[in-house]
């Protein structure tokens, strides 16, 4: 059975070959001095290992310093992601992260460690093959003295195609979007997307936009309603912005780019509707277990021509500019053709024109992927010039092959296998 640990000297597949990948964005990896003071690091027989500080707060920061805990967790989750993806695209490895003025009133106990990083780790391994399987963590061993010391060392398996730290692409459920698995992605990825000539029919007549109305409509894969109005305004972060501004930013942190790649796998697209909020109506008591149900009424957002002009522009241009749109072929989109695969919109919600509902539609599925980030995925492997290493990003070409190998790699296949009956082994009744 085999599980992440020391290296062994069993070639590389195939599909791992060393290349160097965009060479001018990189990351140097050795500016962690680690490597010079961990005692006994020489004795690993492992040929990637990679370095990085967590200060002790991370683990354990008091209630009270709950914004600096968040800070430190959002901060070296980025960084232990990317340097486990990257140890997955280069055959495996191990990361050693010195933790630093750990506090010693705290015990060694790694449950903090694993309730942070088991969801995002587990989401790397593409093939579905079980945890276990792809890594192993442990404090450093102790000295002679029998003092532990402050290195979580986490062994890390190579990746039997390509691992992804985030796709930056969403799939379409019906009651919510979601980060796809790898083999979704390879899935959608093989098969031939056209753009659909059928209009979108979820879109909603703008003569039915009252303010203070209740639609007749519900929220489902390719309709959705989000709340914005001055009270909105008002309590985000944006609350000093002149109207415009503000609505752009609410619309943007509403997950806006979220949505758009999630309605380019539908045939007819999706449109999502800002200026509608969702009320939740409970069950009478009498009915206590009844579900609450929910209505969706209009309450536009008061805006001038001008600004209508100008969220309208600086909407279109953050999706040009933020979003990267590959077609079938593998070709970046110009971010003038862009501009039209996505439609904005204005209801007025009063008949003196005053107040609107935004609306947000795209039309059709789009041939290709669309991605929330101009890079595209997240996935990186090391690159080595003489002694020094460095983490660069995947090419998307050599990504998008990888992903759509998932379907015929072997190993990928044995790997889904053995996550298959592993989850039948764990749904069979316990012998008494």
């Known amino acids: 059975m085999e599980t992440p640990g020391p290296s062994t000297d069993e070639p590389p597949a195939k599909i791992h070959k ?3 990948i965009n060479p001018e964005v990189s990351t140097e990896t050795n500016k962690c001095k680690c490597e010079l003071n961990v005692p006994g690091i020489n004795k690993i027989n492992e040929k990637n290992i990679l370095y990085m500080h967590v200060e002790g707060d991370t683990f354990y920061a008091k209630k009270k310093d709950k914004k600096l805990k968040t800070e430190l967790n959002e901060k070296f989750k980025t960084e232990l992601l ?4 990257c140890l997955r695209n280069s055959n495996g490895g191990l990361l050693v992260t010195h933790v630093v003025d750990r506090d010693a009133g705290f015990g060694r106990n790694l449950d903090r460690f694993d309730q942070r990083f088991e969801i995002d780790l587990n989401n790397m391994i593409e093939d579905d093959s079980p945890y276990w399987m792809n890594y192993r963590r442990r404090w450093l061993q102790p000295t002679e003295k029998g003092e532990y010391q402050d290195y979580i060392l986490l062994y890390v398996k190579g ?4 691992s992804t730290q985030a796709f930056n692409t969403y799939m379409p459920n019906d009651g919510s979007i979601e980060r796809p698995k790898a083999r979704e992605i390879a899935e959608y990825m ?3 997307h056209k753009a659909s000539d059928t209009k979108n029919d979820s879109k909603i007549g703008g003569d039915e936009f009252k ?5 007749p409509y519900y929220e489902n894969r390719d309709l959705q309603f989000k709340r914005l109005d001055q009270g909105v305004l008002q309590c985000s972060q944006g609350k000093d912005l002149p109207t415009d501004k503000a609505a752009v930013e609410k619309i943007l942190a509403l997950r806006l780019y979220d949505y758009i790649t999630a309605f380019t796998k539908l045939e007819q697209g999706g449109v999502i509707y800002f200026g509608v909020e969702e009320q939740k109506t409970e069950p009478p008591r009498e009915n206590a277990e009844g579900h609450p149900t929910y209505h969706y009424k209009v309450r536009g957002l008061s805006l001038t021509e001008n600004d209508k002009l100008q969220i309208k522009t600086d909407l279109l241009t953050n999706i040009k500019q933020n979003m990267l749109w590959v077609d079938d072929k593998g070709n970046t989109l110009k971010e003038e053709d862009v501009a039209r695969k996505v439609e904005i919109t204005f209801h007025s919600t009063k008949e003196d024109d005053t107040s609107y509902v935004i609306e947000v539609v795209v039309p059709q599925q789009y041939a290709g992927m669309v991605f929330t980030e101009k890079k595209g ?4 492997r090391l690159s080595r010039t003489g002694d020094k290493k460095k983490i660069i990003p995947v090419d998307l070409a050599k990504w998008q092959d990888r992903v759509k190998m998932m379907l015929t790699c072997e190993k990928c296949k044995k790997g889904a296998r053995q996550s298959v ?3 039948q082994q764990q749904q069979q009744p316990q012998q008494k």
């Open 18 to 20: 060393s290349e160097v």
């Open 82 to 85: 990317q340097k486990v993806c």
């Open 159 to 162: 990746s039997s195609s390509v």
């Open 190 to 192: 093989s098969k031939f």
């Open 211 to 215: 303010e203070g109305d209740t639609l």
């Open 377 to 380: 995925p997240f996935a990186w």
């Open 421 to 423: 009956e592993q989850q």
